[in-house]
């Protein structure tokens, strides 16, 4: 990019949004029959599906835990999800950012309701547009409340950025690639945080101000979330039509 271009035109980024605003976000719950619970999300350009199996058997048996479930978190962005394709198969980014990810929501399953069982959460990036951790983080959440899986709360993930100087909130493609910093947050509706990451250079008080952004784009994101599962369920609750042969 030009490094004469500037983020902002009027007050406006690029994309067409203010600082404080969030992309475009689409979340419907369980898309996929043969997934115990499963959602797809849409956050600006990003497409993310996930899929959650169990609680079910540990295979091999030896990774059971006696007084809790295990929890199995595989982030895989497919080749096609880049303007590049991408080598097939994990790479050292996936490991990270599937290990943050489950660390994410670990806290908030209930896991010794289901010992010496796992609970696998499977996310895959159909298209990416920045900020795919925590694309799949939400949709890995409302997959999990699809399932039955047991839960304090969702959980809800958002990042700020920093372009021009200025804080922005859930950064696209060009703002997190060429932009100053990025701040990932993943947070519970009573503001516990479950992921936190920073990556670039803020003051302390662009720390605060961005930590605020974020959370107040996890607050609307919540909000979304329990839309999509009061949408699916009440699809659920809906009486067949007479003479219906399903």
Known sequence: MDEK????????????????????VK?????????????????????VIAAVY?????????????????????????SFSVEERKRPGPDRRSHEVSKVSREALE???LTHYFPRSVIDIFVEILQADAGTRTAGINAASVALADA??????????????????QIIL??????????????????TPDGEVTLLQADGRFTVEETREALETAR??????????????????????????EGSNV
């Open 148 to 165: 039955g899986v047991p839960m304090k709360c969702l959980v809800s993930s958002c990042a700020a950025g920093k372009v021009d100087g």
């Open 170 to 187: 859930d950064p696209m493609k060009d703002e997190d690639n060429f932009g100053e910093g990025d701040m990932p947050l993943a947070m």
């Open 27 to 47: 979340i419907e719950a369980g898309v996929l029959k043969r997934a115990d619970g499963s959602c797809y999300i849409e956050m600006g350009g990003n497409k």
């Open 5 to 24: 271009l500037s983020f902002f035109k009027d007050g406006i980024r690029l994309d067409g949004r203010r600082p404080g605003e969030l992309r475009p």
């Open 54 to 78: 169990g609680p079910r058997e540990v295979h091999p048996r030896h990774l059971q835990k006696v007084s809790r479930a295990i929890v199995r978190y595989r982030y895989n962005m497919a």
């Open 216 to 241: 107040k784009g996890c607050e609307q994101i919540y909000e979304i979330q329990k839309k999509a599962l009061i949408d699916r369920y009440s699809r659920l609750e809906e009486p067949e039509e």
């Open 107 to 109: 806290p908030v399953i």
